[in-house]
């Protein structure tokens, strides 16, 4: 039995060192390299000080703006009777499902010069090239993580009991919005702003897609081009310095958040039976136009474009019928797109069935004092921007795996760990200690117990777990673009680069072949679910691998 | 004539017609006033529409139809909702609604700085209702620390704060046990009696209704049951519903006839019992009707007294001894009966003789 322990947290402790800190060590090592001069030579550099201002002012306009309209959208929806709120939250979370690469080239074919808006209506966004586009992309994918983390701060903390008391107490709308429902809804706006502001800095799609036209660069865009560009050994250096200082800002935003958060004490929900509907009302109705207008200026129009581009036969020829082809779909495939195509199936496969395995694992044998620290620096490794992992693993593993599939494999698991070890943590808890002792006195072996009792619950939680890992992993480009090497490009560094050339039909089209699938599943679980009424939960994490 | 009498005051609530709810109504058609400084108990099991009622009389909700009317004031009905802060009302909740991030001070003290009180003025008359509730070593608590009882005792200066015109209480004893039951229904009633103000007080339990109210409706299905003073619910419910609701009772089924006026013979086997009977409808209707025997209407034979007149038949199955009084569960020839009688048991399981004080005949729904 000691034995067994023993072994289990050697292997726990084996992958946390494979995964987190060998990439975060072989960084620091090669940014330390030149000694401090180094280190403030790197950031001190133009193109770095710029990069760095770049990428906080992005991150601390999206938190601003996300959380400002997504905490408005859900005190807005969310008070209203459970039936008429499945709408606008699928509206609010969709675009969630989009790659963010996707979104962008949607954007700028929507909004753009020579754009669908211009061809209509001769509008384009001013912009859209450059910081104002970047941020409202990135809003996009905020906004609904603000909403969500309300969503689910309202069900946890805010019994409408507590609102009703305090006008009851004299209290009127507004002054129970200020003095009760946002000081009770603290904690998880603090929460969604730390998530919003580190997803923002992370993002890498957005900013390459928008931003590098117009010469505007951020932290990740800058170590791409970095390690594209040049290869002398200093630019090298001054990109690990670049890839540890966003590390640094990352922890800078969610370690004293952490801290704080943990010292809280936790309040068990009571419940109060909602209010009997009523009849819509002129409120409801403009809340929905709101929610409506939202959702297509964000995702409808621009997906609409790449749909109508991905069937044009040329750049320039109006989306009408007579121009319309298939060309560019078999134009995209052709070459080594169909191949890219299937190797992403399949790592994201093998991501989608280790990443659970192994956060059950660790979710299953941390017990006692290690479940905290294990569980943050899971978390830990999932925070860490996408390029700076990257840098870490090509500079840890780079010797023996430069060149296979193997390494953007390791940094799939070391990202999407989190979201294996999550759920299935979750589970456990939820577990009551009673029940391996009811099957215990019922007759069972410890083996049989865990098997017939604990792990039924797990298994929901891991295959919800598999489902997500798998899309996140499809649609990761910022590792891929820096980890792949010829014959291991991945489907969505295959469309980039495809973007790259200026193939815009072709790669729309492939645009189109990397978010169909997805959205297809997504809007029949969501119909599905609507038909059989609202869920039980609410979704309460659904992150956006940045 | 008109020029010696003052006008009467207007009551504290009225509701005239009123229905909330869409689809299914929650409320149809409620016709309810409360006198000032009248308690009005609302009992009903879930589901019956106490706290729709609350709730619309508080303002959360608007009226599908109808109107509610506050000391006079039309507060809710066509086109008009007047918004809950403004209707002088403190309420008490079920789940206590004590807002986690206030202490006891803060939370006693909201009412008094939404009236427009400086921050140290609220404090201070927020440490005073402490001081007068004897709550005042809880001032600087946060609910989260703080037990059932006490939390629901800070709900309930926090209701006092406000000094409305009208409390609302929802089921405030829900979640305490009997103790802290009895000790908030005191601190409840020694309020009403200071500051006269009326109350409407929805429970599900009818031993609390009846205990404090001056007057109880029931609700059933979101409709007015019976509006009527706490003994007359209890000896003479307008239907079946009713009776249950407000308090143990057997229904017995046997040959009835009349006897005189508001008398009726019962025919238990050989045996017969006339006894007084209240009824809802005129003897010639009462057609097998349902007759209702609550437990302290009927009482068993004293074994040690030879003159004791009792001689229905029966048989005990089961004595359940409840400190002040025992339960004692019959069966006899006319249904299974329930008798209470104060004391230890003094009586085993075995064939008795009982005999019956009086009687509430019912038509059979």
């Known amino acids: 039995m000691r034995a067994a322990v023993a072994a289990a947290a050697l292997l726990v402790a084996a992958l946390i060192a494979v995964l987190v800190v060998v990439p975060l060590e072989s960084l620091a090592r090669i940014a330390a390299a030149d000694g401090l001069t180094g280190i403030g030579r790197a950031l001190t550099a133009p193109g770095s000080r710029v990069a760095i201002e770049h990428t906080v002012a992005v991150a601390a306009a999206v938190t601003v703006c996300a959380v400002t309209a997504g905490t408005a959208l859900a005190l807005a929806v969310e008070r209203r009777p459970a039936r008429s709120r499945m709408l606008p939250r699928l509206l609010i979370a969709g675009p969630l499902v989009i790659p963010e690469f996707v979104l962008g080239f949607a954007w700028s074919q929507a909004y753009g010069p020579a754009g669908l808006s211009e061809h209509l209506t001769g509008l384009t966004m001013p912009g859209l090239f450059g910081p104002a586009g970047i941020i409202a992309v990135l809003t996009v994918y905020g906004l609904p993580l603000a909403y969500l983390a309300v969503t689910a701060g309202l069900a946890a903390r805010a019994d409408p009991a507590l609102e009703r008391a305090a006008r009851a107490a004299g209290a009127s709308g507004w002054t129970t919005l200020r003095t009760v429902t946002l000081p009770l809804l603290r904690i998880p706006l603090l929460g969604a702003a730390a998530l919003v502001f580190v997803t923002a800095a992370g993002s890498f799609a957005v900013p390459q897609v928008l931003g590098t036209p117009a010469g505007f660069g951020t932290m990740s865009t800058l170590i791409y081009s970095d390690l594209a560009l040049s290869a002398g050994p200093a630019a090298f250096t001054e990109?690990?310095?670049?890839?540890?200082a966003l590390v640094v800002l990352v922890l800078l935003a969610l370690g004293p958040l952490d801290l704080w958060l943990a010292r809280l004490p936790r309040a068990a929900r009571p419940q109060t039976p909602p209010a009997p509907p009523t009849q819509r009302t002129r409120t409801d109705?403009?809340?929905?136009a709101i929610v409506w207008a939202y959702a297509l200026v964000a995702a409808g129009i621009p997906m609409l474009t790449l749909i109508l581009t991905a069937l044009t036969r040329g750049p320039g020829l109006a989306p009408v019928p007579a121009n319309w082809t298939l060309a560019n779909f078999s134009s995209g495939l052709d070459g080594g797109a169909a191949i890219a195509l299937a190797r992403s199936a399949g790592l994201a496969l093998a991501a989608a069935v280790l990443a659970p395995a192994l956060g059950a694992l660790v979710a299953g044998l941390a017990r006692g004092r290690w479940r905290g620290p294990l569980a943050t620096v899971v978390t830990l490794a999932y925070a860490l921007p996408g390029s700076a992992l990257a840098v870490g693993i090509i500079i840890g593993y780079g010797r023996w795996l430069d060149g296979s599939a193997l390494i953007i494999l390791t940094a799939y698991l070391a990202k999407f760990w989190v979201f294996g070890h999550r759920p299935a943590q979750a589970a456990l808890d939820r577990l009551p200690p009673g029940l391996t002792r009811a099957a215990r006195l019922s007759g069972a072996r410890p083996g049989t117990a865990a098997r017939t009792v604990v792990l039924p619950p797990l298994t929901v939680a891991a295959a919800t777990a598999a489902a997500l890992v798998f899309v996140l992993a499809f649609h990761e480009l910022t590792m891929s673009t820096i980890l792949y090497g010829p014959g291991t490009e991945t489907f969505a560094v295959v469309i980039m680069n495809q973007q790259d050339l200026g193939g815009v039909g072709a790669t729309a089209a492939l645009a189109l072949v990397l978010t169909a699938p997805v959205v297809i599943v997504a809007a029949l679980t969501a119909w599905l679910t609507r038909r059989t009424g609202p869920s039980a939960r609410t979704p309460v994490f659904i992150p956006n691998g940045p | 004539m008109a020029a010696t009498t003052t006008p009467p005051l207007p009551d504290a609530v009225a509701c005239a017609g009123l229905s909330v709810g869409y689809g299914r109504p929650a409320l149809a058609g409620l016709n309810l006033a409360v006198a000032p400084g009248e308690t009005l108990a609302l009992l009903g099991a879930s589901g019956s529409g106490k706290t729709t009622l609350l709730n619309a009389i508080a303002g959360f909700v608007a009226p599908l139809a109808g109107q509610i009317w506050l000391a006079g004031q039309l507060a809710s009905g066509p086109g008009r909702l007047v918004p809950p802060e403004r209707r002088r009302i403190g309420m008490v909740f079920q789940d206590y609604a004590l807002w986690p991030h206030l202490s006891v001070v803060d939370t006693v003290a909201y009412p008094l700085r939404r009236a427009g009180a400086s921050k140290t003025a609220a404090h201070r008359g927020a440490r005073d209702i402490l001081e007068q509730m004897s709550l005042g070593p809880l001032a600087e608590r946060r609910p989260g620390q703080l037990s059932g009882g006490e939390q629901q005792r800070v709900g309930l200066a926090r209701a006092l704060a406000g000094a409305p015109a009208l409390y609302l209480f929802d089921e405030p004893t829900a979640h305490l046990d009997a103790t802290l039951r009895a000790q908030i229904l005191d601190e409840v009633a020694r309020r009403r009696a200071a500051d006269g103000a009326a109350a409407v007080y929805a429970t599900h339990d009818a031993t609390e209704a009846l205990a404090i109210a001056d007057r109880v409706a029931v609700l059933h299905s979101g409709r007015l049951a019976q509006l009527a003073p706490p003994a007359d619910?209890?000896?003479?419910?307008?239907?079946?519903?009713?009776?249950?609701?407000?308090?143990?009772?057997?229904?017995?089924t046997a040959p009835l006839t009349p006897a005189g006026p508001h008398h009726y013979t019962l025919h238990v086997a050989e045996a017969r019992a006339t006894v007084p009977a209240t009824t809802i409808t005129s003897p010639a209707d009462t057609t097998d009707p349902a007759i209702l025997v609550r437990p302290d209407w009927a009482c068993l034979a004293d074994p040690a007294d030879p003159a004791d007149s009792a001689d229905l038949p029966g048989t005990i199955t089961e004595v359940r001894f409840r400190g002040p009084h025992t339960d004692?569960?019959?069966?006899?020839?006319?249904?299974?009966?329930?008798?209470?009688d104060p004391g230890p048991p003094r009586a085993a399981p075995g064939p008795v003789r009982w005999s019956l004080l009086r009687l509430r005949l019912l038509p059979r729904a």
């Open chain 1, 239 to 244: 990109l690990t310095v670049l890839a540890l």
């Open chain 1, 285 to 288: 109705r403009a809340v929905m």
């Open chain 2, 233 to 252: 619910v209890y000896a003479a419910p307008a239907d079946l519903t009713v009776a249950r609701l407000t308090g143990p009772v057997s229904v017995l």
């Open chain 2, 328 to 340: 004692y569960h019959l069966t006899t020839p006319a249904g299974p009966l329930l008798i209470r």
